[in-house]
């Protein structure tokens, strides 16, 4: 067994030195190992995969068919060694998981979490200040969330009123212009910081209260824990409006100003895809089939088109 666990490492190393990041593949392909150990298993069979991949029974069947998928992709590569491995079949679970409906903020639920935020204790420390900042950010950028938490200190470029983003999904790096309200925010934030941590030990931007990097895990839960403190979510809801969808309110906000001004949207979209970090326009597009109000004024520039033409 040990040999298979090498064998994932090599896997993982070379799938990754071809900038795929595999987090959660790597996470599970450990676990099915642990799990081949736990049965005195040394050979991938098709059952042990199907075993091992629904095991979670709490979680929709997406969520099997991925883990399988894992399996699969490192059985193809292992049989090359081990000719006794059994690669899962295409099909066996033919699940796709459904996208999620975005949830659109208001204004004022924005601002109630940005307030909640800022009333975090405790209230002397970085803490209140770091998600105030973080969740404002994020609200007016459009920003993933991985990318504001891997945010470098040199990556603030606030003279220029410039984020540098490096690498993240598709490994694409990009520009993101700030306002002026916004640049002004950060510098309060940076001056809490700096008070509180002259200098930082880590050369991450956004910083925990014991000034270190922040983790995904630490900021999904302190935004959970304000939006049911908030209303956002009721108690013991296990699913609710999600930091992801304050990128989705950026976006399609961004596409009901153009409709509503009469800007042309189909040569701005290439524009917005890149401030967003698309790999494709397509990816863009999605934002116009979410919400009816975009369809609706989607529909009514058609029409009036159409007219002219007529």
Request: hydrophobic share 40%; aromatic share 12%; with cysteine.
């Given at each position: 067994?040990?040999?298979?666990?090498?064998?994932?490492?090599?896997?993982?190393?070379?799938?990754?030195?071809?900038?795929?990041?595999?987090?959660?593949?790597?996470?599970?392909?450990?676990?099915?190992?642990?799990?081949?150990?736990?049965?005195?298993?040394?050979?991938?069979?098709?059952?042990?995969?199907?075993?091992?991949?629904?095991?979670?029974?709490?979680?929709?069947?997406?969520?099997?068919?991925?883990?399988?998928?894992?399996?699969?992709?490192?059985?193809?590569?292992?049989?090359?060694?081990?000719?006794?491995?059994?690669?899962?079949?295409?099909?066996?679970?033919?699940?796709?998981?459904?996208?999620?409906?975005?949830?659109?903020?208001?204004?004022?639920?924005?601002?109630?979490?940005?307030n909640a935020a800022k009333n975090l204790p405790p209230s002397t420390s970085l803490r209140p200040?770091?998600?105030?900042?973080?969740?404002?950010?994020?609200?007016?950028?459009?920003?993933?969330?991985?990318?504001?938490?891997?945010?470098?200190?040199?990556?603030?470029?606030?003279?220029?009123?410039?984020?540098?983003?490096?690498?993240?999904?598709?490994?694409?790096?990009?520009?993101?212009?700030?306002?002026?309200?916004?640049?002004?925010?950060?510098?309060?934030?940076?001056?809490?910081?700096?008070?509180?941590?002259?200098?930082?030990?880590?050369?991450?931007?956004?910083?925990?209260?014991?000034?270190?990097?922040?983790?995904?895990?630490?900021?999904?839960?302190?935004?959970?824990?304000?939006?049911?403190?908030?209303?956002?979510?009721?108690?013991?809801?296990?699913?609710?409006?999600?930091?992801?969808?304050?990128?989705?309110?950026?976006?399609?906000?961004?596409?009901?100003?153009?409709?509503?001004t009469g800007v042309d949207v189909e040569q701005r979209l290439p524009v917005l895809s890149t401030?967003?970090?698309?790999?494709?326009?397509?990816?863009?597009?999605?934002?116009?089939?979410?919400?009816?109000?975009?369809?609706?004024?989607?529909?009514?520039?058609?029409?009036?088109?159409?007219?002219?033409?007529?």
């Open positions: 067994m040990i040999c298979l666990r090498r064998a994932v490492e090599n896997y993982l190393t070379m799938r990754r030195s071809l900038g795929f990041k595999l987090r959660d593949m790597g996470h599970n392909l450990h676990h099915f190992v642990s799990f081949m150990e736990q049965q005195g298993a040394s050979v991938i069979t098709v059952e042990l995969a199907l075993r091992w991949a629904k095991q979670p029974q709490d979680v929709q069947p997406a969520h099997w068919a991925a883990r399988l998928g894992f399996v699969r992709s490192f059985a193809r590569y292992w049989s090359a060694i081990d000719p006794r491995t059994e690669i899962p079949p295409m099909g066996l679970l033919p699940h796709r998981a459904k996208r999620a409906k975005p949830y659109i903020y208001s204004n004022e639920e924005i601002e109630r979490l940005l200040w770091t998600y105030y900042t973080l969740f404002g950010l994020l609200a007016v950028t459009g920003m993933r969330i991985s990318e504001v938490i891997h945010l470098e200190y040199g990556d603030v470029d606030l003279d220029q009123m410039l984020l540098t983003i490096r690498l993240t999904k598709f490994n694409k790096s990009r520009l993101i212009p700030l306002h002026p309200t916004t640049v002004k925010k950060i510098k309060r934030y940076l001056q809490r910081r700096d008070q509180l941590y002259p200098p930082p030990t880590t050369s991450r931007f956004f910083l925990s209260n014991q000034g270190t990097p922040l983790t995904d895990c630490t900021v999904r839960w302190t935004f959970v824990k304000l939006s049911h403190q908030i209303g956002l979510r009721k108690v013991g809801d296990r699913f609710g409006p999600r930091i992801h969808d304050l990128r989705h309110r950026f976006a399609v906000t961004t596409l009901l100003y153009w409709y509503r401030y967003l970090g698309h790999a494709h326009v397509t990816d863009t597009y999605w934002y116009l089939s979410a919400i009816p109000e975009l369809l609706a004024l989607t529909k009514d520039r058609l029409e009036k088109r159409w007219e002219a033409l007529s």
